[in-house]
């Protein structure tokens, strides 16, 4: 019913930058909050950047001052721009969304997720 698609991963030098997108399409309704998570090699999955409809955000002591979480509402895509990485920063980036869905039954929440894209940061 709702499929997330991330872009914008690849291979990038310690300090550089990369813009990571993620495309909501399907019968939504609406799309609360979206969010950003990561899991890198032996690693349990975290949150990095959250944001709301409103465009509230948050996020992982980690990356704050580094990355920034944005959102176009019109066009169901949701933003991480990320700079100055790490190689710790190396991770399967996931794309996630609470949406709200119409079905016959009515609307229903759904919590979706991306197929992930990998971010690496190596020299």
């Known amino acids: 019913q709702v499929q997330l698609v991330e872009s914008g991963g690849g291979l990038v030098q310690p300090g550089g930058s990369l813009r990571l997108s993620c495309a909501a399409s399907g019968n939504i309704f609406s799309i609360n909050a979206m969010g950003w998570f990561r899991q890198g090699p032996g690693k349990q999955r975290e949150l990095v950047a959250g944001?709301?409809?409103?465009?509230?955000?948050n996020y992982a002591d980690s990356v704050k001052g580094r990355f920034t979480i944005s959102r176009d509402n019109a066009q169901n895509t949701a933003y991480l721009q990320m700079n100055s990485l790490k190689p710790e920063d190396t991770a399967v980036y996931y794309c996630n969304a609470l949406v709200t869905v119409i079905t016959t039954r009515g609307p229903n929440a759904l919590d979706a997720w991306g197929q992930g894209t990998l971010v690496t940061v190596s020299s």
């Open positions: 944001i709301t409809s409103e465009g509230s955000t």
